[in-house]
């Protein structure tokens, strides 16, 4: 019985690849609800960063999220001068650590990469990050976790 047990294990482990999450840049290309972010983040350089190791907690606003900032703003922001702009607003988005939904109780206050303050809250078993809303939480990945929100984060008044 052990000898047949063992060799089901090995068939397996032989036969049956191995689970491997992308990194958090392959994930969001691989969703197709992030062109906005994906094209701001390679203008940004910020790509880069977020295949490195991490871990990280991306906040990643989708596509419709975009779609509150005028085109003039946005395309704008992807002018080089504007770069340090851009940076600016896309490291609100990232804390330079791994957070699930389920760790979060309450209200906490952390840095974000870009060295601002974020808020981020619970409320009615919901995730808010400054004004916006988790719409998917906890979407894992090799160098950290990604939740969806509906909107680009603006700065803590």
Do not use: C, W
């Amino acid at each position: 019985m052990k000898k047949l047990f063992l060799i089901i294990n090995l068939l397996i482990i032989i036969f049956v690849p191995s689970v491997t999450f992308g990194n958090v840049i392959d994930k969001l290309n691989e969703v197709g609800k992030f062109t906005k972010l994906n094209e701001t983040l390679i203008k940004s350089g910020l790509n880069e960063n977020l295949k490195g190791n991490g871990p990280f907690t991306v906040f990643a606003p989708l596509d419709d999220a975009f779609a509150a900032i005028s085109a003039k703003t946005y395309y704008g922001l992807l002018n080089d001068v504007n770069k340090d702009k851009l940076i600016k607003i896309l490291g609100r988005h990232v804390i330079p650590k791994k957070i699930t939904s389920s760790e979060i109780n309450g209200e906490i206050n952390l840095k974000a990469i870009n060295g601002e303050e974020v808020k981020i809250k619970k409320v009615n078993g919901i995730v808010y990050i400054n004004e916006a809303e988790v719409v998917t939480a906890d979407i894992e990945v090799s160098n950290g976790v990604i939740h969806f929100i509906n909107r680009v984060l603006q700065p803590l008044n």
